[in-house]
Each structure stands twice: as structure tokens, then as C-alpha cells.
């Protein structure tokens, strides 16, 4: 059966790079949405204590899918367009023995390799499928060991294509200094795209208080949007870093995030926290499930996370405790957020 015209106005064009994200925000401002801020596809193996690995995987068929099995139902009314910012798997190398440090060209051949992969997935979906089907929108995984400038000479034909950068500081045991030094924000403010920024646990290698203290104030200075990823680690900070022009915060995975960092305090008094977080923050956060990380097994075995079904539900809970409109957090906060506009 042919397709509408509503339906073959998003798709990959040779034109201006903005052209395929106006067209995207274009088709996803019109329509009730579900729109995820945060989910990966690609395939990464992780190995744990005494032998035991793991892998992640998931297409981005199968994303789209998901997003939109969640939405018809979950959702108390289901939303006309799916939608999600699609990161690269990041690139962990506990494969490698303890204390090698990261090799910047195995870091740099990977990077570019899944970001490839990743744009070409995403132009297949779209050639193959209507929007109704589920806009994926990928973003470049950034490598710190290269100047921005030659970074973007590698996807100079694909620019058009890209509707984020993602800073990973453990992944590439680099500090977020490095990511700001190399010229990535002023990179993503020239795209006119925003920047999604792997927090860490405090402590830990690109926590909050280093994006606070490296990032967001150049990131104000470039007129640059970004996001701080999995909800900050629930720092008591974030409310007040949240109130800085252009930084945002995505929920995933909320529990594993809530329950799994913060001395496990039972859902009831998890979902209660998210409830005050949407109060005091309703503008900023926006949904996301950090799929399929959101399974991320610990080194004992246990998994960190929980399904997405439950996961969302509980969302959906707190959301009603806050007593806040559920479109904000579901798709109206991300699109300024990706698109610069409402």
C-alpha cells in the first residue's frame, strides 16, 4: 500500500543538515508522542567476576518496537508518534587486563565504527518504514582523544543525519575537561544539536560535581543544550544545576538508579523521591529507559534495573503523585531540548 503523505515527510535527503531534524521535530510537535531521551542499539559484551560476561544488543527495529508496544500499552492514551535519541554502546574494556590504559586509536576505530553503524541502522529504518513506525534519532558518540574539528571531518556527509553527541568519560577514561578542551560543545552548538553526558556515581569519573564544574559553565558559554544522563545519580544538587539556561536530565533508568545507587530505600519511597524531583524540576526531566543498559547486571550477578513495562509504570506513578501533566515529561521537555524550540 502506498504511503500517505503524511507519512513520507521524514525521510533522509541530501539537503542542509538541519533539514532532517525539522522535519522530524515537525512530524513529533503535532502529535501526542512518546519520546525517549536516552536508549542505545549495537551489541557490547561486558565480562564480570570469576568469568561470567554479559551481552547487550538491541536493533533499532527492535527499539522502535519496543517504544511502541510501551506506549499502546501502558499509556492511559496511546501516543500518535514514537520517537528516541539513539546513542552508540558505549565502549567498556573490562575485556582488557587490569591497568592497560584506553589506546587512543582502539578507542577512536571503535567509536567511528559504531557510530557508522549506528547512522546506517537508522537511515535503513527510515527508507524502510513510515514514521508512524517510530523516528530514530541517532547521535555520535565523541572521542576525546581528537580535536572536534577532525572528529566531525569523518561524518562530514552524514551531518545532516546526527541529532546529538555523547560525552562517556569511563568509557573512554577520559575526564569531561578533555571532552571541552578537544571543542565538542562548540561543535554541538554549531550543529545546533545537544550533548548527552554520562554521569557517573559520585566519585567516580564524570560525576555531577565534574560536569558541574567543567561542562556546564562552558556549556553556557557556547549557547550549547545538554543533558546530565541517569538523573544526575539523584545528586541533591541537581535541582539547582538544573535551573541553568539549557541543561536538562533524563530518568534511566530510574530504579536502577534510585534503588541500585542511593542505599535501596524501597519503591514506595523511590517513587515518592521522583514524585518531588518532577514537582521541583517538571520543566528539565524528560522520560528514557537506558535501553537495554537498563538490565545491566553487577558483578555478583544481580540485576541492577528492572523491565521496561514496570518501569514505566512506575514513572507513570509518580508522575500522578506529583500531580504534574504527563505529556511534559513524555515528549513536550525533550523536544526544546533536541530541537531548541517547544
Given at each position: 500500500?502506498?504511503?500517505?503523505?503524511?507519512?513520507?515527510?521524514?525521510?533522509?535527503?541530501?539537503?542542509?543538515?538541519?533539514?532532517l531534524?525539522?522535519?522530524?521535530?515537525?512530524?513529533?510537535?503535532?502529535?501526542?508522542?512518546?519520546?525517549?531521551?536516552?536508549?542505545?542499539?549495537?551489541?557490547?559484551?561486558?565480562?564480570?567476576?570469576?568469568?561470567?560476561?554479559?551481552?547487550?544488543?538491541?536493533?533499532?527495529?527492535d527499539?522502535?518496537?519496543?517504544?511502541?508496544?510501551?506506549?499502546?500499552?501502558?499509556?492511559?492514551?496511546?501516543?500518535?508518534?514514537?520517537g528516541?535519541l539513539?546513542?552508540?554502546?558505549?565502549?567498556?574494556?573490562?575485556?582488557?587486563p587490569?591497568?592497560?590504559?584506553?589506546?587512543?586509536s582502539?578507542?577512536?576505530?571503535?567509536?567511528?565504527?559504531?557510530?557508522?553503524?549506528?547512522?546506517?541502522?537508522?537511515?535503513?529504518?527510515?527508507?524502510?518504514?513510515?514514521?508512524?513506525?517510530?523516528?530514530?534519532?541517532?547521535?555520535?558518540?565523541?572521542?576525546?582523544?581528537?580535536?572536534?574539528?577532525?572528529?566531525?571531518?569523518?561524518?562530514?556527509?552524514?551531518?545532516?543525519?546526527?541529532?546529538?553527541?555523547?560525552?562517556?568519560?569511563?568509557?573512554?577514561?577520559?575526564?569531561?575537561?578533555?571532552?571541552?578542551?578537544?571543542?565538542?560543545?562548540?561543535?554541538a552548538?554549531d550543529?545546533?544539536?545537544?550533548?548527552?553526558?554520562?554521569?557517573?556515581?559520585?566519585?567516580?569519573?564524570?560525576?555531577?560535581?565534574?560536569?558541574?564544574?567543567?561542562?556546564?559553565?562552558?556549556?553556557?558559554?557556547?549557547?550549547?543544550?545538554?543533558?546530565?544522563?541517569h538523573?544526575?545519580?539523584?545528586?541533591?544538587?541537581?535541582?539547582?544545576?538544573?535551573?541553568?539556561?539549557?541543561?536538562?536530565?533524563?530518568?534511566?533508568?530510574?530504579?536502577?538508579?534510585?534503588e541500585?545507587?542511593?542505599?535501596?530505600?524501597?519503591?514506595?519511597?523511590?517513587?515518592?523521591?521522583?514524585a518531588?524531583?518532577?514537582?521541583?524540576?517538571?520543566?528539565?526531566?524528560?522520560?528514557?529507559?537506558?535501553?537495554p543498559?537498563?538490565?545491566?547486571?553487577?558483578?555478583?550477578?544481580?540485576?541492577?534495573?528492572?523491565d521496561?513495562?514496570p518501569?514505566?509504570?512506575?514513572?507513570l506513578?509518580?508522575?500522578?503523585?506529583?500531580?504534574t501533566?504527563?505529556?511534559?515529561?513524555?515528549a513536550?521537555?525533550?523536544?526544546?531540548?533536541?530541537?531548541?524550540?517547544?
Amino acid at each position: 500500500m502506498p504511503r500517505s503523505t503524511d507519512e513520507i515527510t521524514v525521510t533522509r535527503t541530501s539537503a542542509p543538515h538541519r533539514s532532517l531534524r525539522e522535519t522530524t521535530h515537525a512530524y513529533l510537535a503535532v502529535r501526542p508522542a512518546l519520546i525517549s531521551a536516552h536508549e542505545h542499539t549495537g551489541v557490547e559484551l561486558v565480562y564480570h567476576r570469576d568469568d561470567a560476561q554479559h551481552t547487550y544488543r538491541q536493533s533499532v527495529p527492535d527499539l522502535m518496537a519496543l517504544l511502541g508496544v510501551l506506549g499502546r500499552g501502558i499509556l492511559p492514551e496511546p501516543p500518535g508518534a514514537v520517537g528516541a535519541l539513539v546513542l552508540p554502546m558505549p565502549y567498556y574494556r573490562r575485556f582488557k587486563p587490569e591497568g592497560t590504559p584506553v589506546d587512543p586509536s582502539t578507542c577512536g576505530r571503535i567509536i567511528r565504527g559504531r557510530n557508522r553503524e549506528l547512522l546506517d541502522a537508522c537511515a535503513r529504518f527510515r527508507n524502510d518504514n513510515p514514521p508512524s513506525a517510530g523516528l530514530p534519532m541517532p547521535a555520535l558518540m565523541a572521542d576525546p582523544f581528537r580535536d572536534a574539528t577532525d572528529f566531525a571531518s569523518d561524518y562530514a556527509d552524514r551531518l545532516e543525519e546526527v541529532f546529538a553527541l555523547k560525552w562517556h568519560p569511563p568509557a573512554t577514561e577520559r575526564p569531561v575537561s578533555a571532552y571541552v578542551e578537544r571543542g565538542y560543545l562548540d561543535l554541538a552548538a554549531d550543529l545546533g544539536v545537544p550533548t548527552v553526558m554520562h554521569c557517573s556515581p559520585e566519585g567516580q569519573l564524570g560525576d555531577l560535581a565534574e560536569i558541574s564544574a567543567d561542562a556546564i559553565p562552558a556549556a553556557v558559554a557556547a549557547g550549547a543544550r545538554i543533558s546530565v544522563a541517569h538523573l544526575g545519580f539523584n545528586n541533591p544538587a541537581l535541582p539547582r544545576i538544573l535551573n541553568t539556561p539549557g541543561v536538562y536530565t533524563d530518568l534511566g533508568p530510574w530504579e536502577a538508579v534510585c534503588e541500585g545507587t542511593v542505599g535501596d530505600p524501597g519503591p514506595l519511597d523511590s517513587d515518592a523521591r521522583l514524585a518531588r524531583l518532577i514537582t521541583a524540576c517538571g520543566t528539565r526531566l524528560m522520560v528514557s529507559l537506558d535501553s537495554p543498559w537498563h538490565l545491566q547486571r553487577r558483578d555478583d550477578g544481580r540485576v541492577l534495573g528492572a523491565d521496561t513495562v514496570p518501569a514505566l509504570r512506575r514513572i507513570l506513578g509518580s508522575l500522578e503523585l506529583s500531580g504534574t501533566d504527563r505529556h511534559a515529561l513524555l515528549a513536550g521537555n525533550v523536544l526544546p531540548y533536541l530541537f531548541g524550540t517547544s
